[in-house]
DNA sequence: ACAAAAGTGTTCCTGTTACACCCATGT
DNA sequence: ACATGGGTGTAACAGGAACACTTTTGT
């Protein structure tokens, strides 16, 4: 309280993903491209600034989000950037048409200093996390199909899974329910739809 | 930049861990017990700001720190929090004398609302490190026995752990540099010690 | 009929666990 | 001499990886 000056600006940055053949990441355009943002306002969470700065962006809501890093924002601008990283389902993709470009996370256009760290940063945890964590769900409609889920494995981790392995594993991860409705319509067999077995999410903050 | 208001003071907090017997984590006196914490200045970076915070509560310097989660500072004090965890060698503990108190982490004082996350998440960050991550040896000094680091990972891991499984393991990982000295002077036959193998630290920020 | 993804078990291999005794020292 | 932790190998077990064929549909 003794010294006003240190008050510094608090903003969040979103990386959201999806997947689209491959894993995608959204950039907003401009000189130069963007991830979403906000700054954080009196009394706000930084959960839901984060929700916030997405919403604003590309009108998409209720999204899987979860922190990752806090930055001191580049240069020699004041302040710190609290990352996040956000999963959003490929049949929700379109909301954010027109609001934003989606690129390969691998190798994205030229992008503000400090992106790249974020960006990094969040796809490392992405891939470490599918490991452990029920995360491979959020890129999938309520409802899908094990070979849906087995690509979004394969995108990610950037290899290809055996069919039968990766089955027992998942079925004995406990996180699947089975539906008794298949999908069909394509040109061959139907497929078992399965659901995401809801679970307490352990708590963090 | 349209508005002012928003500007809200970031602060670190760190969690100090040291092994005594049991692991114990530094809390500072007073009404309520705090951790070591600084307000971020302008310019510097949080990793700074953290070693900073430990330096003037303490006295220690160059510490092995790691970032762990933001926080929206408690109630409704405006701005965040951005903790951290720090690891301290047991012969290094002494320096710390008088500036705290060495408690256990699972039963500690009253304390602040906020800590209590800050704390829980460091120690499970910790036990769940301890196992992928070089981390046990940031609490030994410079050279340490098999036996010291053993007794490390029974600490934090809350279990006994079979003595030459422990060993084999250990040796696989590539981490240990066995010195040609020992260390005698208890009444059981002199220990070998080793050094911890030095590499590259992988870059987070 | 054919193309294309769904579905299903068994074998092998590798890495983890369990376990008991002798050694070198200080007192 | 004895108490104390240091030091060493092997056998059982479990979890992960490799592997091929039949089924059901749409065209």
Redesign the pocket.
């Known amino acids: 309280m003794r010294d006003t000056k240190p008050l510094a600006p608090v903003h969040t940055a979103v990386a959201l993903f999806t997947i689209q053949g491959t894993l995608k990441l959204l950039l907003l355009p401009g000189e130069p491209w963007r991830l979403p943002g906000a700054r954080l306002k009196e009394g706000e969470s930084l959960d839901a600034c984060a929700q916030r700065a997405l919403g604003e962006a590309t009108g998409v809501g209720d999204v899987f989000l979860e922190q990752l890093y806090t930055f001191t924002a580049s240069d020699r601008a004041p302040g710190v950037v609290v990352s996040y990283y956000a999963l959003i389902p490929y049949d929700r993709v379109q909301i954010c048409a027109g609001s934003g470009e989606w690129v390969d996370p691998a190798h994205w256009p030229p992008t503000a200093p400090g992106l790249r760290q974020i960006i990094d940063c969040a796809a490392e945890r992405l891939v470490a996390k599918l490991e452990y964590a029920p995360i491979a769900y959020q890129f999938l409609a309520d409802r899908f199909?094990?070979?849906?889920l087995?690509s979004v494995y394969e995108v990610i981790g950037r290899r290809s899974l055996?069919?039968?392995?990766f089955?027992?594993?998942l079925r004995?991860s406990q996180h699947l329910l089975e539906t008794h409705d298949?999908r069909?319509?394509?040109?061959?067999?139907?497929?078992?739809l399965y659901r995401l077995r809801e679970t307490e999410p352990s708590i963090r903050g």
């Open positions: 199909t094990l070979g849906e087995q055996d069919k039968r392995n089955r027992r594993r004995a298949t069909r319509g394509a040109r061959h067999r139907p497929a078992r």
